[in-house]
């Protein structure tokens, strides 16, 4: 199956830093990569998405890169905010596969004022 | 506005109970699925389902059974509660239409402790 590796496990940045999350993956047939946010005591909530047949895709203060040729993708935030802090799962699928998706460990993201 | 509800928030059981941990999607999902989620371990997926009456094994189903009964309702059932499936349990759904390419909606938990 997907074998979904996600780098650093922890992050501290100061308030206004940008941060990068980066993910690797190993099956080149997976297309859909999406990352959640899980805030402390909260469930985890989907924040951004990508398919493979796009390189980048931006929301406001968030992006996310895919690199297929490498199998990585990245999750990049500017401006951070101590909102921002949580942790952040990126996960990885194929279509064709009946919904399942396999997903990297989490990275602790503290934003500090 | 919430869309996948998990029955109980925190639930303590003893060591050799049967437990049931109940999920409800309002979305009219084909999928669904539960994982727990451990300190350092991420998220686990023990089993999920694409339709009624249907089951898959995840990476982590020894101990656990599922059941399936209507499409809004998936149920997660601990045979006999040991004090290692101590826990947070994730239930999450999703659609099967655009070719699955769309992400899940989770719940909100259910802390399990088992003592």
């Known amino acids: 199956g997907e074998n979904v590796e996600q780098h650093p496990s922890t992050l501290s940045v100061q308030e206004g830093d940008s941060a990068v999350i980066k993910c690797t993956y190993s099956?080149?047939?997976?297309?859909?990569f999406p990352w959640y946010k899980q805030e402390l005591g909260k469930r985890p909530q989907l924040i951004i998405d990508i398919r493979s047949n796009v390189g980048e895709k931006k929301d406001q203060r968030i992006a996310v890169t895919l690199n297929k040729t490498a199998k990585h993708f990245s999750l990049h935030i500017t401006e951070t905010q101590p909102e921002d802090s949580a942790v952040y799962f990126c996960?990885?699928?194929?279509?064709?596969?009946?919904?399942?998706?396999?997903f990297g460990r989490g990275t602790q993201l503290t934003v500090w004022p | 506005d919430v869309k996948v509800t998990q029955s109980s928030r925190y639930l303590v059981k003893r060591t050799g109970e049967k437990v049931f941990l109940e999920c409800v999607q309002d979305?009219?999902?084909?999928?669904m699925f539960w994982y727990r989620q451990d300190p350092g371990l991420g998220l686990r997926l023990i089993y999920f389902s694409y339709d009624v009456k249907m089951k898959e094994k995840g990476d982590i189903p020894e101990g656990y059974s599922v059941s399936r009964e209507k499409k809004e309702r998936f149920s997660l059932i601990l045979e006999s509660a040991s004090t290692n499936q101590t826990s947070m349990y994730l239930c999450?759904?999703?659609?099967?239409?655009?070719?699955?390419?769309?992400?899940?909606?989770f719940g909100s938990g259910t802390r399990l402790t088992v003592v």
């Open positions: 996960a990885a699928k194929r279509g064709s596969t009946l919904g399942r998706l396999y």
């Open positions: 979305m009219d999902h084909e999928n």
């Open positions: 999450a759904s999703s659609s099967a239409t655009r070719g699955n390419l769309d992400g899940y909606t």
């Open positions: 099956d080149s047939a997976s297309n859909y």
